[in-house]
């Protein structure tokens, strides 16, 4: 955060972003277009390696631009429903934990998903969490034999998922296209929680936060959450470099258009490079994603900046390479062992997930990168930042901001969304207020949290507002 923290691993962050390994982002091309995509464009890259090269001069102290800031223990705020699991001790010893938890959500009328965040409680043992919606209450807890890896019921609907790396599900929710998940009266939540070996005696209690539409929202399709693309059968002999790969529908082609939102491929500590793509019927490909550098440590869903439409009469494909020899430092084994499918962290998987639902013409050709914002119903706090805000919440009228300090300001000034994205930055100001109108590239910005962060005269202080419909 500061030029002196920079300064003592200078050489490290040199080599990181040279290596593309900073920011973090496992795919590339050929890959489809992501929201949210945190890798450095060329002439970023060559910025920071240029200014590195050249020693990397501080520069102005005071026209240090104010950093992102974000609701603490989760990015996006308190939402309308939380669930969390009691505290659970891992069993993990000779084996991974596999446990369930089958949680109340006390829900009275029916409501529909617009964003799901899991925050685990102990980041350092929680491998997944796999978050369902249990219509029927069917669904027990399940903590005794460590073996609980999946419901009991194909009813039972996937919803939501965190991996080491994750970023919270939000689904676009602004018209032409909202899209959600069901969640009926009296529904459970289920949730499948995995502890690896090595955190036996270690205690956790992950939540979930679920953001609703209004009760009454129209017009919102239903998203299906599924592994479409997977292989169980396989085996990794030691010392070789395997490849293997899956197919939906395993026989045939699909029978009807569907849109595709988001993709997730999921291998364990053996993999090295994974990737999926659709066929259509005349041979042409559907590009979704390609990562040529596997790493477990960094794993999402990753949602489309635009529906991708895959017609029917077409297969989705998936392929995967394993390196099972002694030069993959992630190897557990050492000497190498055989491998095969299993649920340990030091066996194998390879699986891909996919949300995605029937396609509507003109799927295709609506940018997401605005409708995913989540208006959010949290009350700002009352804090003691000296940036004041009127309104707050702010309508499409926009809001003043007012400063404590007199006089003229330099340093900068700049609101962030609630995903750390720029929306707006102002230079010095000639007094102690500027109007903010709430637009963002000549576009009014969706209803949501924003975070006004800045740099006045060397003083870094931050206010979070809020937009409303």
């Known amino acids: 955060m500061t030029h002196e923290d920079v300064s003592l691993v200078a050489s ?6 040279y290596q593309e390994k900073m920011p973090p982002w496992p795919p590339n091309n050929p890959s489809a277009e992501f929201l949210h995509d945190r890798a450095l464009n060329s002439s970023e890259k060559t910025t920071i390696l240029d200014w590195m090269l050249s020693g990397y001069p501080e520069g102005t102290p005071s026209e240090t631009p104010p950093p992102p800031v974000f609701n603490e223990g989760s990015i996006l705020g308190d939402g309308d429903l939380q669930v969390q699991i009691p505290t659970y001790a891992s069993k993990a010893i000779a084996n991974d934990d596999y446990v369930c938890f089958s949680l109340p959500t006390n829900l009275t009328e029916q409501r529909v998903i617009k964003a799901v965040e899991v925050i685990p409680g102990n980041p350092e043992i929680v491998h997944h969490v796999l978050v369902y919606v249990d219509e029927n209450g069917t669904e027990v807890t399940d903590t005794t034999g460590g073996d609980c890896a999946s419901p009991s019921s194909f009813n039972t609907k996937l919803v939501g998922a965190f991996t080491p790396g994750a970023t919270p599900i939000i689904f676009p929710n602004q018209d032409p296209i909202k899209l959600g998940a069901t969640v009926g009266a009296g529904a459970k939540i289920y949730l499948n929680m995995h502890y690896p070996i090595g955190s036996y005696g270690l ?11 209004p009760p009454g929202e129209t017009d919102v399709r239903e998203v299906s959450s599924a592994p479409l693309l997977y292989n169980y059968n396989f085996n990794l ?33 053996l993999g090295k490079e994974i990737g999926a793509y659709g066929i259509k019927s005349g041979q042409d490909t559907v ?20 529906l991708q439409k895959l017609p029917a009469g077409s297969r989705l494909k998936s392929y995967g390479t394993y390196d099972n020899t002694a030069s993959n430092i992630h190897n557990p084994f050492s000497p190498p062992q055989a491998v095969q499918f299993g649920l340990n962290t030091t066996d194998e998987m390879f699986v891909t997930y996919l949300q995605y639902l029937p396609y509507v013409e003109g799927d295709e050709f609506h940018d ?8 959010l119903q949290e009350l700002t706090s009352n804090d003691l930042s000296s940036i004041h805000a009127y309104p707050n919440p702010f309508f499409k009228e926009g809001v003043t901001l007012v400063f404590d300090e007199k006089g003229t300001q330099s340093g900068h000034i ?7 994205e720029k929306v707006k930055v ?12 709430g637009m963002r590239n000549n576009e009014p910005v969706p209803a949501g949290i924003y975070y006004v962060s800045a740099n006045l005269n060397g003083n870094f202080i931050n206010k979070r507002i809020i937009k409303v419909e």
């Open 287 to 306: 590009r979704l994603i390609h990562i040529p550098h596997w790493d477990f440590d960094w794993q999402d869903f990753y949602k489309f900046r635009y």
């Open 12 to 17: 490290s962050i040199y080599d990181a972003v």
């Open 426 to 437: 102002f230079g010095a100001i000639d007094s102690n207020k500027i109007v903010w109108d």
């Open 414 to 420: 700049i609101i962030y969304n609630a995903l750390g």
């Open 368 to 375: 997401l990168s605005d409708l995913t914002a989540v208006g």
């Open 203 to 213: 205690v956790d209690s992950t939540k979930v936060i679920f953001h609703f539409y």
């Open 237 to 269: 002999p030691a010392n070789q470099i395997t490849n293997i790969g899956a197919a939906y529908p395993t026989s045939g082609t699909t029978q009807s258009d569907i849109s595709i939102f988001s993709i997730f491929p999921h291998m364990h500590l």
